[in-house]
C-alpha cells in the first residue's frame, strides 16, 4: 500500500496537524530519535524526488544528498509552528544539500583537472610507463609475474591463483606482496 500523507490530522497523535508538527519539531529539536523516524519516513520520499529534480544526477548522488540533507535536519532543527513552514524549511535544507554536493563535485573535478595538468617535469608518458612496466614485470620469476597476472588481470582469488601455481593462497599472497614490493623499489629508482 502506498504512503500516504494526512491530510487534516496527525494519524499518530489524532490532533489537528499542526499542534502535530509543533510536537514533532520540538521533539526531534530535544534529539528524539523515534521523532526524528518519523520526519524522516514522512520526508524521504519527497526529498529523494526534489533531489533528482534539482540535481538531474544518479540514485547513488541523490540518495547522498537526502543523507546529508536528513542528517542537517537532524541537528539543526528547531520547533517549527506550522505544517507549512515545516514544508518550506525542509524543501531548503534538501535544495541546500543538493547544491552542496553539486559544489563539491564541480571542486573535486576541478582538483583532478589540475592535477592531470601538473603532471611533474620528469613524468614520462603513459606509454613509456606502460613499457617500463612491461620490462620490470619481464625480470619477475615466472610464478610472480603469473600470479601477479591471475590475481589483477583476471580477477581470481588468492587461493585459485595459489592453486594455478601450486602453492597456497597465503603463500600466493606473499608472493604477490613481494612482487608489488619490488616494483614499486624499481619505479623509486627509476625516478631519481
Not at 559544489?103 to 601538473?118: S, Y
Not at 603513459?126 to 591471475?150: C, G, H, M, V, Y
Request: glycine fraction near 4%; hydrophobic fraction near 40%.
Amino acid at each position: 500500500m502506498p504512503h500516504q500523507r494526512p491530510t487534516n490530522t496527525d494519524a499518530r497523535a489524532d490532533v489537528p496537524r499542526d499542534v502535530g508538527v509543533r510536537r514533532l519539531t520540538h521533539a526531534i529539536a530535544r534529539g528524539d530519535e523515534q521523532a526524528f523516524a518519523l520526519l524522516y519516513n514522512d520526508w524521504f520520499e519527497p526529498a529523494y524526488a526534489m533531489a533528482r529534480d534539482l540535481t538531474r544526477r544518479d540514485e547513488s548522488f541523490c540518495l547522498d544528498v537526502v543523507q546529508d540533507a536528513m542528517l542537517k535536519a537532524a541537528r539543526s532543527m528547531k520547533p517549527i509552528s506550522t505544517e507549512e513552514h515545516l514544508n518550506a524549511w525542509m524543501r531548503r535544507v534538501v535544495h541546500t544539500a543538493a547544491l552542496d554536493h553539486l559544489r563539491a563535485e564541480r571542486r573535486r573535478r576541478a582538483r583532478e583537472l589540475a592535477r592531470a595538468g601538473d603532471a611533474p617535469e620528469g613524468a614520462q608518458p603513459l606509454d613509456e610507463r606502460i613499457q617500463w612496466l612491461r620490462t620490470e614485470l619481464a625480470k619477475l620469476p615466472a610464478t610472480d609475474r603469473s600470479l601477479l597476472r591471475l590475481k589483477f588481470a583476471q580477477s581470481t582469488t588468492l587461493a585459485e591463483a595459489g592453486a594455478s601455481e601450486g602453492i597456497t593462497g597465503a603463500s600466493a599472497h606473499g608472493r604477490i606482496r613481494r612482487a608489488i614490493a619490488r616494483l614499486a623499489e624499481a619505479a623509486r629508482r627509476n625516478e631519481r
